[in-house]
C-alpha cells in the first residue's frame, strides 16, 4: 500500500466525485433506475385498481420498487471499475474504508434521486395523502442510507462474478428485508394506517442503517 495517500476525508471525497463526474458524463445509472422505476409506478397503479388508496398496500408497494431499482443503481458501482481496471489503482491511492465511504455516498445520493422523483409520482398516481411529511422524509432517508451501505458491500464481494445484477438482488433481499419491513410499516403509518405505529420503526431503521454504516467500515477490507 503507498504511504503518501492524503487525508481520509479528501479520499473519500476524491471517490465520490469520481463516481458523480462519471455518472454526469453518461448519466446511465440514473436514466435506467428512473425508468425502471417509472414503468414499475404506471403498471402498479393500473393494476391494484380500488386497492390503490389502502396505506398498507401502498407502502408495500412502494418499497418493492424501490428495491428492485436499488438493485439496478447498486449493482454497477464497483462493475465500472473491473470494466474500467481501475479497481486495481483505487487500492494503491486510496484507504479501503474511504473506499466505501465515498462509494456509500455516491450510492446514498443516486438513491436519493431516484426516491425524490418517484415519491411524488407515486403518491399522485395512487391517489395517496400523505399524512406524516415529516416521518416519511425520516424513513426514506434511513432506509436509503441502510440500503447504500449494504449494497455497496454487496456490489464489492461480487463484483467480478457472472450475473452480477441477478445475483446481488438474490443476495440483497434477505439483507434488505428487516429494514424494508420497518419501513413498510413506517410509510403505512405516513399514509394514514395504524396512528401509533410510527415510532418503534423509525427507531429500528435508525438503527439498522447505523449498523450497516458501521459494518461497512469494518469489514470492507476483508470483502474488497
Do not use: C
Amino acid at each position: 500500500m503507498a504511504t503518501n495517500k492524503s487525508p481520509w476525508a479528501r479520499q473519500v471525497w476524491a471517490v465520490a466525485r469520481k463516481d458523480f463526474q462519471a455518472e454526469w458524463r453518461t448519466r446511465h445509472a440514473v436514466v435506467t433506475t428512473l425508468a425502471f422505476a417509472v414503468i414499475a409506478l404506471s403498471v402498479t397503479s393500473l393494476s391494484v385498481g380500488s386497492l390503490r388508496s389502502e396505506p398498507t398496500l401502498a407502502a408495500g408497494l412502494f418499497w418493492v420498487i424501490l428495491f428492485f431499482s436499488s438493485v439496478i443503481a447498486l449493482g454497477r458501482t464497483f462493475v465500472k471499475e473491473e470494466d474500467a481496471q481501475t479497481a486495481n489503482l483505487l487500492r494503491l491511492t486510496a484507504e479501503p474504508t474511504a473506499v466505501f465511504a465515498g462509494k456509500v455516498l455516491f450510492n446514498f445520493a443516486l438513491l436519493v434521486i431516484v426516491a425524490v422523483v418517484t415519491l411524488p409520482l407515486f403518491v399522485t398516481l395512487m391517489g395517496l395523502t400523505v399524512e406524516h411529511i415529516g416521518s416519511l422524509t425520516l424513513v426514506v432517508f434511513f432506509t436509503t442510507v441502510a440500503m447504500a451501505a449494504m449494497g455497496t458491500i454487496l456490489g464489492a464481494m461480487l463484483s467480478k462474478a457472472q450475473s452480477r445484477i441477478a445475483i446481488l438482488g438474490v443476495a440483497a433481499f434477505p439483507l434488505f428485508s428487516p429494514a424494508l419491513a420497518a419501513a413498510l410499516q413506517a410509510t403505512a403509518f405516513a399514509f394514514g394506517a395504524n396512528p401509533s405505529g410510527g415510532r418503534e420503526p423509525l427507531q429500528f431503521l435508525f438503527a439498522y442503517g447505523g449498523i450497516s454504516v458501521l459494518t461497512g467500515l469494518l469489514l470492507f477490507d476483508e470483502v474488497w
